[in-house]
């Protein structure tokens, strides 16, 4: 506690040089002097003043034009802001309410947080909205970019996002609304701040702008470089991704690379095919490690960019460079007018699989032989109408975005969903589904039914050295996606504490970018960050955790430990979808008190190895290649089979 | 004042609006011997009466040498009198009806007018034919007196400053009887035009005062009788357009108080006499929902109604909780009211805690003694969601109450250790009941489905903050909680606190594994003595108050904690069957379980204890520091 009070202390007086600028504007000594004694008496509004302040988000010539008793109050609008504006429901920027937000989030009003500077510091992160005309879930879910960046939403809007035509909200549009009204183009002002200051109040067209098509996107000006050129191969496929496999810091891309890997081996010729979102690009370094591992990678930026290396099919991306990407959205039936949901959809079709990557994708189809095309995720669905059946269409599915309400939302953690009725109609466009792992598959056969569905899961090798250390280590490795944070957070919280009451000197190893979501020191807790051995990272724990709870698709934590020979506590989520005979290998508790007697028992035990000669066997067996990828390369192969044959008929696809 | 012992007396006597003035000649003015009366000492008297009376009244005057004046329009005759008093430096008395006038009355009068030389008229106490009762004297004449009975007399003080007022017997000092005349001729009764007269009086300084010492017969009257307004409507209409400042000075100069006194000490005396109190439940803290209070208090008066104690009881309520907790069904035949009543009752019962000072001075005016029953002090320690000015009201309350109940001796501590001037007052600890037939519903489907959380919105009860924890470490269990709204979580179904009946309560209980209580502050308790009932175990903060209230349960089983984290270890014990340590030790069980009967006797037995021991004089200190709050408050 007292340490947490000189936090706020130092935290207040680090605050005081930003706040004594603004008090000093305050007009007078008087004014001043008023100030700093308000500010003395409430030191917690020194630090949200500072943070208001830096933020831009005070406009303190909007504020006093909207309230001119500020004006004669004496003292600076930010300092009448902080200390009673806000609890008055004052707008410091036309996009921020604090009514609205106080309302809308009532435990902001009950911990007496100063709105705005809630807002900035934890409420744009977590997707709460400043006001009733800019969705900041939707922000976010739309440009990963800014998710990634750790900038907040609004700020990034004011500051980067309108000029670079992003929206706002699924019902708002700038361009269209900046080139409705010829007054809002010409002031050049942020179209959203007129609409929430002037258009509003006059009934501006808003209604018909919800109903309205979303507008086509702007035609992009490709640009080809080829990094190389080589023969073409006879059986191919054709990976469309947005995640860049190299380096496998995260379990998407590790399944990814695995896939490939074990398609080349069957005799697939690879041709990625990335379409990273904006500020995931891959470095130079990634593509020609792909490069090397699958001689056939192409990198496509929304911008237009297009990056590439072809040794197995013909260079004909080469003559994408200086056309204009043609009008998809027509094709597509996409100019239709669309509401709040459908729109936000849409525009998520577009972020992951944009007109550049289809322009790619239908040049290269347009010299293919029958070849598979493999989506990577449900959101690259988007280009499959336009493909006729030369392509053997699958998606690999990775999660059912279907079941997040019930296995992530429910735990709190905020990320993409999809109704059964929009999923169903994004697969709906494949010839195959792959599902990562049996009670997926189960749910996705029911919402296709008679359309082939198989189980693909990951594949590890089995490396793991069985005898247990001495020391009573536990290990929790992990990429910083949220429900891995979260999992580890309450981990530390519920069952860490129980764990050394019982071991006193255990230890917890946390290695992956979720160091990062560690920042204070805990008793008895190691941050390692990134580790590349990961071999001796494993032998030395006696324990793995997979604390996350919330969570579709496979559990590569799970399997990973079981491969290396590590017990492993985790709860039913953890092991779901694995077969019952990996099941019955994993410590799967209820709750975390049961968690945290678990790992002590697995840290106490005088068990020297952790699994039995027969175990391992079975391990080995359950995770090998042969097995997991078995029914997916067969399938692959029988279709491709039967494509070339002319079994399937010409159906869909757009002529180049 | 020296001189004025031998001035002369003259007396003006109306027999104007008495109904059958022949019959007061008869039994009233002819019955009065020359020599004792003031009619011996009296120089002159003028006697007005009906044109339409009879022989045997001008008998009558012819007898005792009396003037009469046949008249209807007794003011003009009454200046006459006045005026030629005034001129003969004489004492005026002036005589409503057929008074009885003692010559030792008139002495005590004529003390008090020589007390200060601003008295500027005595009214006399005029008791009733039987001797039983005196009479209040009518408010400024604007209704009739009431009845009071005569052991209140001797509780007033000997003289008693009151703004003007009319009595039948009023006696003015030669200097004042005619120095703000001549009587405003507009006036067709004496009683306005005299009101009128003493109110220009008083605005030069003169107040009326009432000899309580001197008392007066009157022929014919009777305290089984409701008297006739002195004021007739046409002048009172006239009266209050002459002087405003009429009704302010009944309310604001001790008028109001001192009626309100001898109304409720005399309504104290008469109940007292017939062995038969009457008791004002008020229950206005019970609102449209269910929780604590309305369990409580709701519990008492229906126990309390079963009990039918021989009182007359009204009960003052919210009157959308009469609707919604069916009140009426509840106390069918009791007196029911949504304002506070005019009539006097001899205690007042709150059967929770006031939260304004308005409530007990509503309670105050309405009786004697005034007790509460106080089911907390949270709202005083907490601050935030207290009422303005709590702790003014309480300090009040702690000075001036009659008496306390306490729902258990850990309030009774808080409250004392809080307001150490409460600790002179009687009071007593009255637990609800512990009796598991008082809580259970044997309809109530037993289970061990979900663990119920239980609390509300306030910070105190904790049960968000429990919630959020519970439901995060055990993501597979299913927690019901009766509180706060929460979010989403999965594993929670949440009732608002109040909006569950007590079936639908009882039901939580009972289909529960475990029930936690994880309140820092109560009062009683009901969750815990609730959930001990149904035979489950509950988890309880450790406190003072868990230790008094389940020690006397019968049935369950306790499980303390100390910090909320602790919470999680020892659910988690508790559902993978390990050994708790801190399953608090079960004392022997209490021999015959209290029950809403028993709850209900305590509460009457106290009651009827204030009310016979109900103080008049702490009733006048209360009522002068309403006074002063109300004029803080204007």
């Known amino acids: 506690m007292w340490r947490s009070q000189l936090w706020r202390s130092y935290a207040a007086l680090r605050a005081l040089p930003a706040v004594a600028g603004v008090a000093a504007r305050s007009g007078s000594w008087g004014g001043c002097a008023r100030t700093v004694g308000n500010f003395l008496r409430r030191p917690r509004r020194v630090r949200e003043a500072a943070i208001i302040a830096r933020s831009g988000l005070f406009d303190a010539a909007y504020y006093v034009a909207k309230y001119p008793d500020v004006a004669q109050a004496g003292v600076h609008p930010l300092v009448h802001y902080v200390l009673w504006g806000a609890f008055e429901r004052r707008q410091p920027h036309p996009l921020f309410d604090p009514g609205y937000y106080l309302e809308r989030y009532p435990d902001v009003a009950r911990a007496g947080f100063e709105p705005l500077s809630h807002f900035l510091l934890h409420g744009g992160f977590e997707g709460r909205s400043p006001g009733p005309h800019f969705d900041c879930r939707f922000y976010l879910a739309a440009n990963p970019d800014v998710r990634r960046q750790g900038v907040n939403p609004l700020v990034h809007f004011l500051q980067r996002g309108w000029p670079e035509g992003r929206s706002p909200s699924p019902s708002f549009d700038c361009a269209v609304y900046s080139e409705r009204y010829e007054d809002v183009k010409a002031s ?32 992009l000006r490709l640009t080809s470089t080829p990094l190389g050129n080589r023969r073409q191969a006879q059986r191919v496929v054709v990976c469309l991704t947005h995640v860049c496999p190299w380096p496998a810091h995260a379990g998407n891309a590790y399944r990814i690379i695995r896939l490939l890997t074990r398609l080349r081996q069957d005799g697939f010729q690879v041709v990625l095919v990335m379409a990273p979102l904006a500020g995931e690009e891959p470095t130079l370094e990634a593509i020609r490690k792909l490069v090397e591992l699958f001689s056939n990678v192409i990198v496509v930026e929304c911008n237009g960019t297009v990056r590439y290396e072809l040794a197995d099919v013909p260079d004909v991306l080469s003559s994408l460079n200086g056309e204009h990407t043609p009008r998809y959205s027509a094709f597509l039936a996409e100019e239709m007018p669309a509401l709040g949901r459908e729109r936000e959809l849409l525009v998520l079709d577009r972020t992951y699989c944009h007109d550049a990557i289809i322009a790619t994708v239908l040049r290269l189809h347009s010299v293919l032989g029958p070849y598979v095309l493999l989506a990577e995720y449900v959101w690259m669905a988007r280009v499959l109408p336009l493909l006729d059946t030369r392509a053997v269409k699958v998606i690999d599915t990775h999660d059912v975005y279907a079941t997040k309400a019930e296995k992530v939302l429910r735990f709190g953690v905020d990320d993409l ?79 860490w504490p129980n764990v050394l009451r019982l071991v006193p000197d255990a230890e917890l190893l946390i290695a992956g970018a979720v160091s990062e979501a560690i920042s204070d020191d805990i008793a008895g807790v190691r941050v390692l960050g990134r580790v590349d051995d990961l071999d001796g990272l494993y032998r030395g724990v006696r324990v793995v955790i997979n604390p996350v709870l919330a969570g579709t698709g496979i559990k590569i934590k799970t399997i990973e430990a079981l491969s290396r020979l590590r017990p492993i506590v985790t709860w039913k989520t953890g092991a779901e979808g694995l077969s019952q005979e990996l099941k019955d290998l994993c410590d799967v508790v209820e709750d975390w008190y049961q968690f945290g007697a678990r790992v002590a028992a697995r840290l106490r035990g005088d068990v020297v190895e952790a699994f039995s000669p027969a175990e391992r066997l079975l391990i080995g067996r359950a995770t090998s290649p042969d097995t997991v990828y078995a029914e997916l390369s067969s399938t692959l192969r029988r279709m491709w089979e039967e494509r070339s044959a002319g079994t399937y008929a010409q159906t869909g696809g757009v002529s180049e | ?134 009479r209040r004297p009518s408010r400024s004449g604007q209704s009739a007196g009431y009845w009071i009975p005569r052991r209140t007399l001797a509780e007033t003080e000997d003289v008693e400053v009151s703004p003007e007022l009319f009595e039948a017997s009023l006696l003015f000092p030669p200097h004042l009887v005619a120095e703000f005349g001549p009587l405003d001729s507009r006036f067709s009764s004496i009683a306005g035009a005299i009101l009128h007269y003493l109110s220009k009086a008083r605005r030069c300084g003169y107040r009326t005062v009432i000899a309580n010492r001197a008392l007066m017969g009157i022929s014919g009257a009777s305290c089984r009788e409701r008297g006739r307004t002195p004021v007739p409507d046409t002048d009172q209409t006239l009266l209050k357009q002459l002087t405003p400042d009429l009704s302010r000075g009944w309310e604001q100069f001790r008028g109001a108080s001192n009626e309100r006194f001898e109304v409720l000490s005399g309504h104290a005396h008469r109940t007292a006499a017939v062995g038969r109190p009457s008791v004002l439940l008020d229950i206005r803290n019970v609102m449209a929902v269910h929780n604590g209070t309305s369990r409580a208090v709701l519990g008492c008066v229906g126990a309390l109604h079963r009990l039918s104690p021989s009182w007359d009881v009204t009960v003052l309520a919210h009157p959308a909780a009469l609707q919604f907790h069916d009140v009426r069904k509840m106390c069918r035949g009791w007196e029911l009211t949504t304002t506070p009543p005019a009539s006097p009752f001899g205690v007042a019962l709150r059967l929770s805690q006031p939260w304004h000072i308005r409530e007990m001075v509503d309670l105050h005016r309405a009786a004697l003694a005034n007790v509460y029953f106080m089911l907390d002090t949270i709202s005083w320690d907490v601050i935030y969601p207290s009422p303005q000015w709590l702790d003014g009201t309480w300090s009040f309350l702690a000075e001036h109450a009659d008496g306390f109940l306490f729902d258990s001796a850990f309030t009774e501590k808080r409250f004392l250790a809080r307001f150490p001037r409460a600790s002179d007052t009687p009071r007593a600890v009255c637990y609800y009941p512990f009796h598991p037939a008082d809580y259970v519903d044997q309809r109530a489907k037993r289970g061990t489905d979900y663990i119920l959380v239980v609390g509300n919105e306030l910070d105190h009860k904790d049960a968000a903050r429990t919630l959020n924890l519970l439901a995060a470490a055990f993501p597979f269990q299913r927690f019901v909680s009766l509180g706060p709204p929460l979010g989403e979580l999965s594993n929670l179904r949440a009732h608002r606190a109040g909006s569950l009946s007590e079936e639908d309560m009882n039901q939580l209980y009972a289909g529960a594994r475990y029930v936690v209580f994880p309140s820092f502050y109560e009062g009683f308790g009901f969750p815990i003595v609730t959930a001990l009932a149904y035979g489950k175990t509950l988890i309880a903060r450790r406190s ?68 016979a021991q109900s103080s008049r004089s702490r009733w006048r200190m209360r009522e002068r520091a309403i006074d002063q709050l109300l004029a803080f408050g204007s």
């Open chain 2, 544 to 611: 003072e108050l868990l230790d008094e209230i389940a020690g006397r349960c019968s049935t369950g089983r306790v499980i303390e904690f100390a910090r909320r984290e602790d919470l999680v270890d020892i659910i988690g014990r508790l559902l993978h069957g390990e050994l708790i340590q801190e399953e608090r030790a079960q004392p022997p069980k209490p021999a015959g379980l209290r029950r809403w009967h028993d709850v209900a006797r305590d509460i009457a037995g106290f009651v009827d204890s204030a009310a």
């Open chain 1, 188 to 219: 050049g002002l942020n179209p959203l701040i007129h609409y929430a200051e002037i258009g509003h109040a006059e009934g501006r067209d808003i209604s018909s702008l919800t109903e309205t098509s979303l507008p086509a996107p702007p035609r």
């Open chain 2, 1 to 134: 004042m020296s001189g004025l012992a031998d001035a002369p007396l003259h007396a003006f006597v109306d027999l104007t609006a008495d109904r059958a003035p022949e019959q007061a000649a008869t039994h009233g003015v002819m019955g009065w011997p020359h020599r004792d009366h003031f009619t011996a000492a009296a120089c002159r008297v003028t006697c007005v009466a009906d044109p339409g009376s009879t022989e045997l009244v001008s008998a009558a005057a012819r007898a005792l040498d009396w003037s009469l004046i046949p008249t209807d329009a007794p003011v003009r005759a009454c200046n006459a009198a006045m005026m030629r008093a005034a001129a003969d430096q004489a004492w005026f008395l002036l005589l409503s009806g057929p008074v009885d006038a003692s010559e030792e009355a008139l002495f005590a009068m004529r003390r008090c007018l020589e007390r200060d030389p601003l008295f500027g008229c005595a009214a006399a106490r005029i008791r009733c034919a039987d001797g039983c009762c005196f």
């Open chain 1, 417 to 495: 969903w999809l109704s059964p009725d929009e999923e169903r109609r994004r697969l709906e466009l494949a010839d195959l589904v792959v599902a990562i792992q049996d009670d997926e598959r189960e749910i996705l056969q029911r919402l296709l039914p008679g359309r082939p569905v198989v189980t693909a899961g990951v594949d590890f090798e089995m490396r793991g050295e069985a005898r247990l250390p001495a020391e009573p280590r536990v290990l929790f490795l992990a990429s910083a996606n949220p429900m891995n944070v979260s999992g580890l957070k309450e981990f530390l919280r519920f069952a």
